[in-house]
């Protein structure tokens, strides 16, 4: 038995060293070369607190009882890897077989002190009592347990316990059930953060690529006695010294920031979230410079570590179930014509001899092709990813300026398969980066711009992969327009080299789009592009947001706005790549971003602007009838003469602004319900799934109807991400509101019903309306505030266009809307436009007052106010 001292540190001595040693971290101006000192330090110190309470607890008690319990760290604590917040997980194995009654219960006595000994120092315990078989039994029912066991540390009581139950756990354990069981709940994991470990508040523990991952592979490697820790990989052929050191310094920054996550939150917290990103990089000497916030710089440092994290286990993963491979297991190489460097076994694709690319460093291209090319690849052997990975440095700029490597480059972007799948390998193995050194500046940059989910590099690539699903016939049922003119543009990979570069330039400052066109510019003419191919790329990405901000900003329904488009655009092919590029563009930042309505815009737009360049402008009347007709056609045939006596109310701007299937469905439900001028009319369906509307308004125009209607979705939790607000000249009011539901509420009948009944009584009975409040701001817009801009022009109709763009909130819109009530200011139209979490709207006003300089001054800043983040 080891020699315990009796003396307990008390609380004061255990929170003072613990303080200390939290202090001298949190000063240390390296935390990822601290990190690892204060894991060690923290589990000394909480060892010899753990151990003294034991030995005070138990030196006393009679040798059988001492002899009758063994005390094993487990979880996080056996690996000895305690962070400030981790619970301390403790079991505590008893042998009371030998025992009387009487010395049971001095055991129990025994534990119990030594437990409110530990809380009353402070410490979380997390602690099971078992004996050896019930630790055995809960071990094989439960995967946590065995984990936990595997981690197993001594630390007191009798060792004969420990070894007897570790021996009997061994003999228990069956490490092929461990290893399926073990992925699977990997699998669970991964999918819980979108596969990814490029979410903009990641989990530094439980996403892909972080912590949990590095545990996976040391837990395996343990069940398999591999290795006990990362130099006995490497010395057992698991690990390059290169890879060693890789993730090594990797698995330190991931610790170094949840220590400070731990110490910043005062709390276990894993997850990088918004508001402490800033401050967590304050905590590694990063501050903000131009163009570049210090939370990014932070994040950024966090995606390399993570990426190479991921990048590494995908290896293990991939070498551990070739070790697990029974032995009678046939792995037959095939042959690939015209690449005797590689061959394919078991579907995956493998290289001859691990110096192949030193050798050759041109099959570093090579093998993106080659894998796009054979049809049923599913992934690299671990063989050719060490190979990749060893060789990517060759990558030089004399690699680069080879006019063959430039080539094999072009024809890569040129195959009719697998070029999503390329371009992703190539971004995983770090060789896409050295190829277009722009790109690796990007990679784990953040966005914050409020719409973008992913890191800069992930959105180009989602944008790639979305340009390549244009040409698939599988996809055509998602989006038919950007198919058919993928079809009719016989050159797609001068998109997907638009695709690369069209973001490539943020975080610089400065305008993104000028300096990604430059860069573009450099790739053409290196690559041999001819001067109208180099134009239309140069375009594509100077022009990237052009089309999105004409299509949601502008009024298509007039000519002028049409001719100006054409002008920036001027030839069809480049009408057909921006707006397959724009698509894309717009799909590739958010689920919630792209949707029905801005799909009917862009695809207005884009109908409008080819017709103009084709010089077959058809006029604003023409296309009203067109729009009719096709509504027309969607309608029952008994009510086209009371459809075509209601569209005679409406201007051509209403027929502008909605589709044949919205027109129609606005008809079906205002004709049997139309008694008069005053009816009101309220109709809502789903939207885009169960958890979001469209609702339809048709009432009188009255000078608060948009401030009712707003303060009405705000009070029921909805929120208006799009909306159509038109006034006929009748005096009628027909709006359209796309709204998203509470998660708590789904869009059934009996929702819906009620919502229509109770928004119809609000308009008839209008009650006065309640000074508006604005909700909480989000964790994302309070760390990425949009400087709110206003612009208030006149038009030669004696109206006013106000467009204003600001961080979007829970009440903001009916607080603009609550300010143009209170300044007797009328709406005519609007166009609501919500971007993530950023509004970009337009208004159509009319007043008299706004002729007066100081009254346009004052409706300008009161906007501002209610728009400035505070």
Not at 82 to 90: M, T, W
Not at 220 to 232: H, R
Request: net charge neutral; charged share 20%.
């Amino acid at each position: 038995m080891p020699n315990i001292a009796p003396t307990v540190i008390d609380k004061t001595q255990y929170q003072t060293g613990r303080q200390t040693l939290l202090n001298q971290f949190v000063q240390h101006k390296h935390p990822t070369r601290a990190v690892r000192p204060l894991i060690r330090d923290l589990t000394a110190l909480t060892d010899c607190c753990v151990q003294s309470a034991w030995g005070a607890c138990f030196n006393h008690q009679s040798e059988d009882i001492r002899q009758a319990a063994a005390l094993i760290a487990v979880g996080g604590y056996g690996r000895a890897e305690l962070l400030p917040n981790s619970d301390i997980d403790l079991l505590i194995l008893i042998k009371t077989d030998a025992l009387s009654s009487e010395q049971r219960q001095q055991l129990s006595n025994a534990i119990e002190q030594w437990v409110s000994l530990l809380w009353d120092m402070g410490l979380t315990l997390s602690h099971s009592v078992r004996t050896i078989d019930e630790g055995i039994a809960d071990a094989l029912e439960d995967l946590s347990i065995q984990t936990s066991i595997l981690e197993a540390r001594y630390l007191a009581g009798d060792t004969k316990i420990h070894h007897t139950f570790y021996a009997a756990f061994k003999r228990h354990f069956d490490l092929p059930v461990f290893w399926r069981e073990k992925i699977a709940e990997m699998r669970q994991r991964h999918a819980k953060f979108d596969d990814t470990p490029y979410s903009l508040e990641p989990n530094c523990k439980e996403s892909p690529g972080g912590l949990r991952d590095i545990h996976l592979m040391m837990w395996l490697a343990k069940a398999a006695g591999i290795g006990q820790c990362w130099q006995d990989l490497h010395h057992n052929n698991w690990l390059t010294a290169s890879q060693l050191r890789l993730l090594v310094r990797s698995e330190n920054q991931l610790l170094a920031i949840r220590a400070h996550l731990h110490i910043l939150s005062k709390r276990m917290e894993n997850r990088v979230l918004f508001d402490l990103q800033t401050p967590l990089a304050h905590a590694f000497g990063l501050y903000e410079t131009v163009g570049k916030r210090a939370g990014e710089r932070l994040m950024q440092r966090y995606y390399l570590a993570a990426r190479a994290i991921y990048q590494q286990f995908t290896l293990f993963i991939q070498k551990f179930e070739l070790f697990l491979a029974p032995p009678s297991a046939q792995h037959i190489a095939h042959k690939i014509k015209g690449f005797p460097d590689f061959v394919e076994v078991d579907h995956v694709l493998d290289v001859v001899r691990n110096d192949a690319f030193i050798r050759k460093p041109h099959l570093l291209i090579d093998v993106f092709y080659v894998y796009g090319q054979v049809t049923g690849l599913t992934g690299f052997s671990p063989k050719l990813w060490d190979a990749i990975l060893q060789a990517r440095n060759l990558i030089t700029p004399e690699f680069r300026r080879k006019p063959e490597h430039r080539a094999k480059f072009i024809r890569l972007l040129k195959m009719k398969n697998g070029i999503t799948h390329a371009i992703r390998l190539m971004h995983q193995t770090g060789v896409l980066g050295r190829y277009i050194p722009p790109f690796r500046r990007i990679i784990g940059q953040m966005q914050h711009d409020l719409f973008h989910i992913y890191t800069v590099d992930q959105h180009i690539l989602t944008v790639v992969r979305n340009l390549r699903r244009f040409t698939l016939q599988e996809h055509l049922h998602s989006h038919p327009l950007a198919n058919q003119v993928m079809a009719e543009f016989n050159q797609p990979w001068l998109l997907y080299i638009a695709g690369l570069f069209h973001d490539i330039a943020k975080g610089r400052g400065g305008d993104h789009s000028d300096l990604g066109a430059i860069e573009v510019a450099r790739f053409a003419k290196q690559h041999a592009l001819t001067k109208k191919q180099t134009a239309l790329v140069v375009l594509l990405v100077k022009e990237h947001l052009t089309m999105s901000n004409f299509a949601q900003k502008e009024d298509l329904s007039d000519v002028e706005t049409i001719r100006r488009f054409a002008a920036k655009i001027k030839t069809i092919e480049h009408l057909q790549a921006l707006y397959l590029l724009t698509v894309a563009d717009i799909r590739g930042t958010s689920p919630k971003v792209w949707n029905a309505w801005k799909d009917k815009l862009l695809a207005d737009l884009y109908q409008l602007t080819l017709r103009e360049l084709s010089g077959q402008t058809q006029a604003p009347t023409n296309m009203l009838r067109e729009r009719q007709e096709q509504a027309l056609e969607l309608l029952p045939s008994t009510l086209t003469t009371q459809a075509q006596n209601l569209w005679h109310r409406f201007d051509t701007e209403y027929f502008m602004h909605h589709d044949a299937e919205t027109i129609a469905w606005h008809a079906e439900h205002i004709i049997p319900e139309l008694t008069g001028t005053q009816t009101t009319i309220v109709a809502s369906q789903p939207f885009n799934g169960a958890h979001s509307l469209h609702v339809m308004i048709y009432t009188a125009d009255v000078p608060d109807l948009f401030a009712r209607l707003c303060s009405f979705f705000q009070q029921r939790q909805l929120s208006i991400f799009d909306a159509q607000i038109y006034t006929s000249g009748y005096g009628t009011a027909l709006d359209t509101f796309q709204v998203l539901l509470p998660d708590t509420h789904i869009a059934d009948t009996q929702y819906v019903t009620q919502l229509n009944l109770d928004l119809k009584e609000l308009l008839i009975k209008a009650p006065t309306l309640r000074v508006p409040n604005l909700g909480r701001l989000t964790a994302r817009s309070r760390n990425f505030p949009i400087v709110p801009r206003v612009n208030l022009v006149a038009t030669d109709k004696g109206e006013y266009v106000l467009k204003l763009a600001a961080t979007d909130r829970h009440g903001v819109l009916y607080s603009i809307a609550y300010i143009l009530k209170q300044m007797n200011i009328r709406l005519r139209s609007a166009r609501i436009v919500t971007l993530g979490e950023r509004l970009e709207d337009v208004f159509v006003l009319t007043s008299d007052e706004l002729s007066n300089p100081s009254v346009a001054a004052q409706l300008e800043a009161e906007l501002i106010r209610v728009c400035t983040i505070s």
